[in-house]
């Protein structure tokens, strides 16, 4: 082996041709009017897409397809790029010919994110270099499990352009790869057309994964249904209405005397332990958390008009599995000289205002009234009467599940005096 091949991961042969520019005329003024034509077209289509596309995958398969009926020899080729996604470390769009494009996001932590440190592009970013070039065939790069795996399937040639983003967004840049499968790989004058055609898709693809993480970072703080709410339009203080709504106020209980016990980052950890299980089990039941209060939590499960009893019993079984689950992890965290974390969890029905709260240049999109209020009030009593979990009238009434009277409360700021009840398990 020479020495470029005994380093731990081999540099790549940079033999990626630049395009002259002509200022007046354009690029490379010996290019036959027909070449410079497509290559217009096929910028034409890019910016169309990059308009139009809601994911990368679009934009990688529309423009391999274009390229291989022109006759590039494109067998493979993927974009790569990072995310801001709290779940997320990267996504990429993988096509490969004459089979589906593949769609991944690498989770923080896992396997997919490790093994990345361990390729060409990883290579490049490492060392600040914007392009590269392996030759397959002779053997160049096979120290790379991506490469070598190519090669082993017949690869020829790999290349992959680095394109850096406005250093103030967290969307870093992209990586474009593309691999060969023909003899001789790539020509030069393949490569010079695909050098112009990047700074479009760069740019495509930075409008469409800039749109995708505005939504999806939107979700993640507000929750799937607000965050459609407010991506429409509703953003202007006061703007919302009324809605009926089933309230599910989840409360860590006794958790403030932790923090006198445990370090804030494991203060951290404990919450978001419990505060994962609570929004699993509020999901899966149709229901959305607004906001998360300290050590507690607020949901909401909007009614149907004509059968509000759907929304109730949704938000009902979200209680039950959650509490279940609060269980199973407090039995999970004991074996490991943990806390035993408790969960109350009141529900309630009533007439909300969902929708813009705040200053007018910080808004919370969220719920308020009496009924928020009257629920927030009623958690206080389940260390009271040592329960786990309560219902008000009006959600038991609703609900119509087998209920026992617990019996009539004054709350503080609530004028009228509450019934309140807690499910009974009928096998009991």
Known sequence: MNGMRD????????????????????????????????????????IEQGIT???????????????????FPIWRASIRMPSIHPMY???????????????????????????FEKTPTFYLLSRDEKAGRWNLANDEGLNYTELNEFAQAGGTDHVIRIFEFPKEVALRGL???LTSDAPGGFSDEQLAVIE???PALGLAAYRVAASKTATDILAVYTGAKTSARILAGETRRGMGGSIN???????????????EVYQPEEIVGFLNEHFDLIDRHVGE????????????????????ADDPQQACLAALASARNLLEANEALNRERAGNGGPDIGVDVVLHLGEVFYGNVGAQGRLDFTVIGRAVNEASRLEKLCGTLEQPLLMSESFATTCAVPCQYLGSFELRGVSKRADVFRPVDTAS
Do not use: Y
Request: aromatic share 6%; proline share 4%.
């Open 7 to 46: 380093m731990a991961f081999s540099a790549p042969v940079l033999r990626f041709p630049v395009p002259s520019l002509d200022r007046e005329n354009g690029f490379s003024g010996s290019r036959p009017d027909a070449e410079v034509s497509k290559i217009n077209d096929h910028i034409q289509w890019i």
């Open 53 to 71: 596309s809601e994911h990368i995958g679009d934009l990688i398969t529309g423009l391999c397809e274009r390229l291989i009926a022109d006759g």
């Open 89 to 115: 470390r990267g996504v990429s769009a993988n096509f490969a010919r004459g089979a589906a494009t593949i769609l991944e996001a690498a989770e923080h932590g896992s396997e997919t994110e490790r093994s």
């Open 175 to 177: 990586a474009v790869s």
């Open 196 to 198: 112009q055609l990047l």
């Open 245 to 259: 709504a089933a309230i599910l106020l989840a409360d860590l209980r006794n958790f403030t005397a932790l923090t």
């Open 285 to 304: 039941n149709s229901g959305e958390i607004l906001k998360f209060m300290g050590d507690s939590v607020l949901a909401i499960f909007p009614t149907d």
